[in-house]
């Protein structure tokens, strides 16, 4: 599997080829997306590192969240090849992809309206004895409840009943659920769609906190953002996104928000990425 | 602040811990105890009768026994098929194939459980040979279980995987079904059971396998992976998929075990009438979903409990004798059965959107 990526590492034009091998968590080549005839992405090399913290920018419809979408499997992909955790996968769904180690806050939630906090946190990994009994394995309610009280903590979000139904809760709540719940598992990449977009100044300067803790604990992130000031306060590194595909890829050090936003308008396109028309 | 235990959560808001949200539960309650009080008080002013209690004057009872047993005894052998819809619908579909499940499964297991001798005589009605008779009882269980099963899982199989609405799947089911148990003997009736298979419906039997089968999926349902998957599916097929619930095979086994209970209550049933025939059944589904949905159980998915369909099926058999009790017609019946079905989905509506603006 090493070698299978060793190879396409030096064979393709990718942006840091200088890498690593054993620092590259997640790595993408040509991946791409048809919906019939909508090229929502196409021809995406992409490629994140341990500890790193990478912004995705792009206009509305620009292909990012097709992108989680693929890596995520949360649907197939219509071509590419993705790499992570040092072997090429082919995740059949979520679950498979959540259990080799991604994390993800989908930008339309995926919160379970009638369920509560803890149930939300923990679906589909929920905490059980007697497991022999398979699907009707039993619920250990209180075990979920301490757990989802001691993650809310140690995210600082603080939501007022977390034995209520989502379907009560404000919207910036409720994202505060969704990080909290990436926030909770440890995993090998963590990936946010924009996650502060309807949050308010305070709840946006929790779940910064809470990627500024993940920065320190040295776990990867993949953020989406339409938001300048927080992606240059938070990432490494931006990707832009325009049009389905990738067309620009900076380093923070190198790049500030004007230049970004030509890239985003496709006022300018990075040499490599020239054929992203 | 004083006792209550208060939390300042996301916009400074306070919270009371102290008030508890109110059950929907607790409103089917209050709807059951309100009918059983106007047919007492309909009894009393028409019939110069009490509906509930005992009239007979006797010292060892308060509540008239004989007309409770007959309430839930109406409704055991249906409320074994709403605690199958009870999940379907939670889970965001609809079952239209119980009724002709039981037809058919009632036929097909009848056929095994038949004795061969009649008063000295070859069994009259005898579907299938000799090889067929006089067999243990486990023989017709299984089999009509296995029909049960074959139902279900064909239903779940079509939703789950070509994404047929479920509506159109189950219907479909509802009128193959009902063929089916129309082809198995031309539409002759089967009977003459053996002992055995005669207990399975005889008496309270039916009360007990409701009341037990309500309390295990009251647990299934509440404390295991399945329960709150069949509710997170319901409310968030998007969300479940997205937190990794196997959907699809989550669908297959809600339907199966639907089918599963469909059996149950045609074993119930054909063993209690003695006799099994192609039309049994008919209409079934349409009570366990009224049922269900009079019971609170909301037909967007997501909500609802086995407990509110237990209390459901208690308004309907309350209803049913109750009519019996004033000596109405049974057209009657039917008219205000109709009535309360829609009146229950308003009242769902109108509680959805009042919790929403709260
Ligand atoms: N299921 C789908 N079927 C058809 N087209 C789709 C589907 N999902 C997305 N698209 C299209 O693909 C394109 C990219 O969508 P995507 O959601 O990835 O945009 P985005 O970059 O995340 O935008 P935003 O910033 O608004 O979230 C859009 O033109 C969208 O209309
Ligand atoms: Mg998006």
Known sequence: MASDLQTNISGASAPHSGARIGDVVLRTEGLTKHYGGVHALEGANFEIRKGEHVAIMGDNGAGKSTFVRQITAVEQRTRGKIWFDGREVQFEGPLEARHAGIETVFQNLALADDLNVPDNLFLGREKTFWNFLGPFRVLDYKAMRAATMAGLEKTAVKIPNVGQAIRNMSGGQRQCVAIARTATFHSKLTIMDEPTAALGVQETAQVENIIRTLKEDGEPLILISHNMRQVMDLCDRIVVFRRGRICANLRKEETDGQDIVAYITGAKTQPEYADAT | ?358
């Open chain 2, 1 to 358: 602040m004083s006792g209550k235990q208060q939390a300042h959560g996301i916009g400074g808001l306070t919270f009371d811990a102290k008030k508890r949200h109110w059950p929907n539960e607790v409103n089917v309650f209050g709807a059951l105890v309100l009918i059983v009080a106007i047919f007492e008080v309909l009894g009393q002013i028409l019939m110069g009768q009490s509906f509930l209690f005992d009239s007979a004057g006797r010292f060892d009872s308060i509540f008239n026994e004989a007309r409770l047993t007959i309430i839930i005894l109406q409704v055991s052998i249906v409320g074994i098929i709403a605690i199958g819809s009870t999940q379907v619908i939670i889970s965001g579909g609809i079952d239209l194939s119980p009724g002709s499940v039981v037809g058919v499964t009632a036929m097909v297991a009848m056929s095994f459980a038949q004795v061969a001798q009649v008063n000295g005589n070859a069994n009259p009605t005898a579907a299938l040979g000799d090889w067929a008779h006089d067999l243990p009882v486990i023989a017709p269980i299984a089999v009509g279980l296995a029909c049960g099963l074959v139902a279900g899982l064909v239903n779940g199989m079509i939703i789950a995987y070509t994404k047929i609405p479920p509506f159109i799947a189950t219907l479909g089911m509802m009128v193959a079904a009902r063929g089916a148990s129309k082809w198995w003997t031309a539409g002759r009736p089967i009977s003459f059971p053996t002992e055995n298979y005669k207990a399975l419906g005889a008496g309270l039997t039916p009360v007990f396998i409701f009341i037990g089968l309500a309390i295990l999926f009251f647990l299934v349902l509440r404390y295991t992976v399945y329960g709150k998957h069949t509710y997170a599916i319901g409310s968030n097929e998007d969300a479940a998929r997205m937190s990794g619930i196997q959907v699809e095979r989550h669908k297959v086994l809600v339907y199966t075990i639907a089918g599963l209970l469909a059996a149950i209550a045609a074993l119930v049933l054909s063993s209690k009438n003695l006799t099994a025939q192609a039309g049994m059944g008919v209409m079934y589904e349409l009570d366990a979903i009224a049922m269900t949905v009079i019971g609170g159980v909301s037909l967007t998915g997501g909500r609802g409990s086995i407990v509110g369909t237990v209390l459901g099926a208690l308004i309907f058999g309350v209803i049913i004798s109750g009519f019996t009790f004033l000596r109405l017609d049974a057209y009657y019946q039917e008219m205000v059965k109709g009535v309360i079905i829609v009146a229950a989905v308003v009242l769902d509506q109108w509680r959805q959107r009042r919790a929403g603006t709260r």
